[in-house]
T-cell receptor, first 113, second 109 residues
Framework: EPEVTQTPSHQVTQMGQEVILRCVPI?????FYWYRQILGQKVEFLVS????????KSEIFDDQFSVERPDGSNFTLKIRSTKLEDSAMYFC???????????FGPGTRLTVL | AQRVTQPEKLLSVFKGAPVELKCNYS??????LFWYVQYSRQRLQLLLR??SRESIKGFTADLNKGETSFHLKKPFAQEEDSAMYYC???????????FGAGTRLFVKA
């Protein structure tokens, strides 16, 4: 069964550095999402992406964040200048249509030192 | 404001006992409600959604619009049900999914 994949599984970075988290959604899916979960807190929506543009974003998704679908398979989340409070588990998700089930990746644990 | 509340952080029951994981929501409109489950060392996965009105792994959930609740129930808990359970909401026509804080279910032998 096809799955959403994410790399790396764990990323450690210094405060102020740029990081790119990578996701490969399921191949025939059209809607893509990023969520994050700070340790001990709830899963929070960051951004949704459809038809090569952001369709919705949360207040967390400020100018430090960006998303891209650079080719037909990858979906990336970039954090330009990481802060300590960006340390979290970042989940990618995709779905085929807006009514279908959302499938989650295994997550990337980002640690900002 | 859209909000999902799961009042219990941890629920511990014995095997064979009934389980009810509570979820209340706040949304001005007709939302879609979901339950997601995350087993140890596994990814988040959909357990069930209210529009399907189905039973998955013995779990059911009924949307009560009057009480704005979507409680998850199972008549006889099994040890393999031990996991983190998240109630979630998506607004009609919206893209984002709002999650509750989650309830850890621990089923004791």
């Amino acid at each position: 069964e096809p799955e959403v994949t994410q790399t790396p599984s764990h990323q450690v970075t210094q405060m102020g550095q740029e990081v790119i988290l990578r996701c490969v959604p399921i191949s025939n899916h059209l809607y893509f999402y990023w969520y994050r979960q700070i340790l001990g807190q709830k899963v929070e929506f960051l951004v949704s992406f459809y038809n090569n543009e952001i369709s919705e974003k949360s207040e967390i998704f400020d100018d430090q964040f960006s998303v891209e679908r650079p080719d037909g398979s990858n979906f990336t989340l970039k954090i330009r200048s990481t802060k300590l409070e960006d340390s979290a588990m970042y989940f990618c998700a995709s779905r085929r249509t807006s009514a279908d089930t959302q499938y989650f990746g295994p997550g990337t644990r980002l640690t900002v030192l | 404001a859209q909000r999902v509340t799961q009042p219990e952080k941890l629920l511990s029951v014995f095997k064979g006992a009934p389980v009810e994981l509570k979820c209340n929501y706040s949304y001005s409109g007709s939302p879609e409600l979901f339950w997601y489950v995350q087993y140890s060392r596994q990814r988040l996965q959909l357990l069930l959604r209210h529009i399907s009105r189905e039973s998955i792994k013995g779990f059911t959930a009924d949307l009560n619009k009057g009480e704005t609740s979507f409680h998850l129930k199972k008549p006889f808990a099994q040890e393999e049900d031990s996991a983190m359970y998240y109630c979630a909401l998506r607004g009609g026509g919206g893209f984002k999914t709002i999650f509750g804080a989650g309830t850890r279910l621990f089923v004791k032998a």
